[in-house]
Every structure is written in structure tokens, then in C-alpha cells.
């Protein structure tokens, strides 16, 4: 009967094949591929129907608004809905003075012609707020894959330097760790503008003219963790 024993691996290698621990990393600068904008339709009455019903106009008037832009808008996404009384006091209680109502809107183009007269025709919408854009990448970018693809190149180049330097060469890849690739600035904090329109729906006489916006470039980051074995040096 015989025993089989298995030395375990050593974790940093052995004279015959020492290892080398390096990290990749990569940097790319490229344009935005979506904006996004939130809409914020108001209304106020004295009585809740009348601000039902204001709601309910000038939301369809966004809407209407949003979607004659065609295949410009990628997706309109109707989010929180609001109608809250506005309380007074009177004598020793409390009575409703007025409702106020609101609608969230939110809207995602591809096409940056259209996104500063959009802006700027829903800004003139009676009390329609707008706040923006939000530049950013689809999730499904495929600069994110470019992006890992460079931080493991260097990653090999920065192992094969590394050998050289010891007059020897690289054997073999032991382990790639992708630390995945992530925008630099989240798109909350990306650079946008902000406007917000109160007026009667009439208070303009021609429609403003459109808003010129520059894209704010995007930041991806890469990392990756690589060991390699290379062949035992001359020291």
C-alpha cells in the first residue's frame, strides 16, 4: 500500500519558478453616449380637482412634448406623482388653502442635436421644471471592454519589464483578478445645467432659442491583479 502525498504550491513561488506580482491599469477619456434630463410638471388650485386636473394637462403637454422628438428619446420614464394640501391656520384649527401636485418625469436621449431645444421648449411649458443633462455611457458600452482589455495589456508589459530587468523572460499567466471598471464621476455628479420655468404658458412671445450644450466627456477606469511565473534569473 502506498501513500500519496502533494506539496502544496508555494504562495510566492519558488527559486525554480519565481513569480511576479504586478497590476494593470488603464485610463480612457471618451465622449458620452446618452443624456438624461428630469421633468417636474406643477400645478396649484384651491380645491383638489382643479389641481388634479391642471396636473393631468400639463403632464400630457410634456409627454406630448417629449415624444414628438421620435427616435431621439431612447425612454421616458414617468416616476414619483405628488398631491399635497397646503394647511393654514384659522381661528384654532387648521384648514386647507390650497393642493399642490406634482409629476417626475425622466428622459434619456441619444441624439445631442435635439437635447437643447428639448430642454428649452420644455422649460417654456407652464410651471415645468427641467434639470440637467446627465452625461453618461450605456451600461452595455462596449469602451468598458476596451478599457479592461489595456489594463491587461499593460499588466503583461509591465511583468515583461519586470523580467528583463532580471535577464530572464516570462513561463506562464497564474492568475488574472479582474477589480472591474467603473466611470470616474457618477452620473449625479457629472456637469450639467439646471433651469426651471414658472411662468403662463403665454408669458412668451416666440419660443426661446435652443440651449447649446457641450457633452461632458467620460472617465473609465480599469484594474486587474496578474501573477506570472518567469524562468529562474542569473543572479
Do not use: C
Not at 406630448?64 to 416616476?79: F, I, M, N, R, S
Not at 471598471?181 to 457618477?186: D, G, H, K, Y
Amino acid at each position: 500500500m502506498t501513500t500519496e502525498t502533494h506539496t502544496p504550491a508555494a504562495p510566492y513561488g519558488t527559486p525554480e519558478a519565481p513569480r511576479i506580482a504586478v497590476r494593470g491599469e488603464a485610463r480612457l477619456e471618451v465622449d458620452p453616449e446618452i443624456a438624461r434630463i428630469g421633468i417636474t410638471v406643477s400645478a396649484r388650485g384651491t380645491d383638489r380637482r382643479t389641481a388634479l386636473e391642471d396636473l393631468t394637462r400639463r403632464n400630457t403637454a410634456a409627454l406630448e412634448l417629449v415624444k414628438a422628438y421620435g427616435d431621439a428619446v431612447e425612454k421616458l420614464e414617468t416616476g414619483a406623482f405628488s398631491i399635497t394640501p397646503e394647511l393654514t391656520r384659522k381661528g384654532r384649527g387648521e384648514h386647507i388653502r390650497a393642493y399642490h401636485g406634482r409629476v417626475h418625469l425622466t428622459a434619456e436621449l441619444a441624439d445631442f442635436t435635439s437635447l437643447g431645444e428639448l430642454t428649452t421648449r420644455l422649460s417654456d411649458l407652464d410651471l415645468t421644471r427641467v434639470d440637467g443633462p446627465w452625461w453618461a455611457l450605456r451600461p452595455t458600452s462596449p469602451v468598458y471592454g476596451q478599457a479592461r482589455t489595456h489594463a491587461v495589456r499593460e499588466a503583461v508589459v509591465r511583468a515583461r519589464e519586470y523580467a528583463e530587468a532580471l535577464g530572464t523572460h516570462l513561463v506562464a499567466l497564474l492568475e488574472l483578478a479582474d477589480e472591474g471598471a467603473e466611470q470616474a464621476a457618477p452620473m449625479p455628479m457629472a456637469h450639467g445645467m439646471r433651469m426651471a420655468a414658472y411662468g403662463g404658458a403665454g408669458d412668451a412671445a416666440e419660443s426661446a432659442p435652443a440651449l447649446d450644450l457641450e457633452p461632458q466627456r467620460q472617465t473609465v477606469y480599469a484594474h486587474v491583479n496578474a501573477r506570472f511565473t518567469m524562468a529562474p534569473p542569473q543572479l
